[in-house]
């Protein structure tokens, strides 16, 4: 297993720069070579500003007659027509399909709409994807290029703070089923991933502490020292300071590439990315996806899953404190609703980490360590009736 870099905010920073001119940073998806001797899946995931508009950003871009660009009908009015402009020089022909907004639009009828329009335009092989927006555009994308004529290649043109440092990154694509999130989808990497920062700035506050759940969490299992520099950054952050930006989203990639580099499909280390996530999938399905966003139920279930961890006896009550005080700061909620255990435990066991029915959760082993472990259902109803309370 290769190590991770250590934390070196200086030097990621000039990674993120791109001025007029200059080259965007790369942060490099190293898969570990699963398929047989096939020719390499890495790709990189470039890191800068202005990069949206600009048609060098897609000059490595897979070749093909036609581009489908995919948005959604907040993000298409912002950007696609720039995007559109960009990829022209290099496609001769440039569809865009607005799908709508949010979570609930994750199902098999928006999918549809993605074949239908591919079909309607005559779109073969020789068809490149091209996923603008967040993290349901991103996701359905991808799992629309995988399934049409047996896979297709896209890019992902992340949107959104949770986006480019926690969905664009590293091939899980999915829809949603009623009864769980994420269901239904498949294992595709995309060909790269470009993070144009400065589209963070229309980002409305409630969309930006979301993602921050996602940078956080990359603290408790990885990074302690990248935590410790959140907790010093998190109202610049807030703030959308463009540096703290440039830092935070090229360290959550670095250590996403990382970990999906050495464990492409979840046989083993890429779980510890769903830290807070079994928690936070039951709130989103139980509440009726959309309600809380996806951001808002991980930085809930963090706090959960930091409670069972204490609960476990693998770390202090300061410690799971610390890092509630910094999911609070970031605008995230800590106080879980009430559901009641029975439906947490009901939708908890169609958690894709549970194994014959046995529900298992990634737990803090030590600060800047996890790993996946089944715990005590009863012990789980303490923590979810604690987390409820308030305290």
């Known amino acids: 297993m290769s190590t991770l870099p250590p934390f070196a905010p200086q030097s990621l920073a000039l990674l993120g720069q791109s001025p007029q001119g200059a080259s965007p940073g790369c942060v490099n998806v190293c898969l570990q070579d699963l398929e047989g001797g096939l020719a390499s899946r890495d790709y990189p995931i470039l890191i800068g500003r202005d990069l949206l508009a600009q048609a060098s950003s897609y000059e490595e871009c897979p070749s093909a007659h036609t581009a489908l660009i995919v948005t959604n009908t907040v993000v298409g009015p912002l950007y696609a027509a720039q995007l559109q402009r960009a990829l022209e020089p290099h496609y001769p022909r440039v569809v865009v399909l607005t799908l709508p907004d949010g979570e609930s639009a994750k199902t098999w009828s928006t999918l549809n709409q993605v074949f239908d329009t591919l079909l309607e335009h005559g779109c073969d092989r020789k068809t490149v994807l091209f996923a603008l927006g967040g993290g349901v555009v991103g996701d359905l994308t991808g799992f629309a290029a995988a399934c049409f004529m047996r896979g297709v290649p896209f890019v992902q043109i992340p949107t959104t703070l949770l986006a480019q440092v926690d969905s664009s990154v590293g091939g899980k694509t999915a829809i949603n089923h009623p009864l769980g999130k994420n269901m239904v989808g498949a294992f595709y990497q995309p060909r790269r991933v470009i993070c144009d920062l400065d589209v963070l700035a229309s980002l409305p506050g409630r969309e930006l502490s979301a993602g921050l759940a996602e940078v956080i969490k990359y603290g408790p299992i990885a990074d302690m020292a990248f935590m410790a520099w959140l907790e010093a950054h998190v109202e610049a952050l807030m703030n959308k300071d463009p540096l703290a930006l440039e830092i935070a989203v090229a360290r959550s990639c670095q250590i996403k590439a990382w970990v999906v580099g050495c464990d492409e499909r979840e046989g083993g280390l ?12 039951a709130i989103e399905s139980a509440l009726g996806f959309g309600v ?42 800590v106080q879980a609703p009430d559901l009641g255990a029975a439906v947490y435990l009901e939708h908890m066991r169609l958690d894709k980490k549970s194994q014959a029915g046995e529900i298992r959760f990634v737990v803090i ?7 996946v472990r089944p715990a005590p259902e009863a012990l789980v109803c303490e923590v979810i009736a604690h987390c409820v309370g308030g305290s």
């Open 270 to 281: 890429r779980a510890i990315l769903n830290f807070g996530h079994t928690f936070g999938h």
């Open 292 to 333: 809380w966003l996806h951001g808002e139920a991980v930085g809930c279930g963090m706090v959960m899953a930091a409670e069972l961890s204490h609960r476990l006896g693998l770390v202090d009550r300061a410690w799971v404190e610390r890092l509630k005080r910094l999911i609070a700061r970031a605008g995230l909620p």
């Open 365 to 371: 082993t030590k600060p800047g360590v996890a790993e």
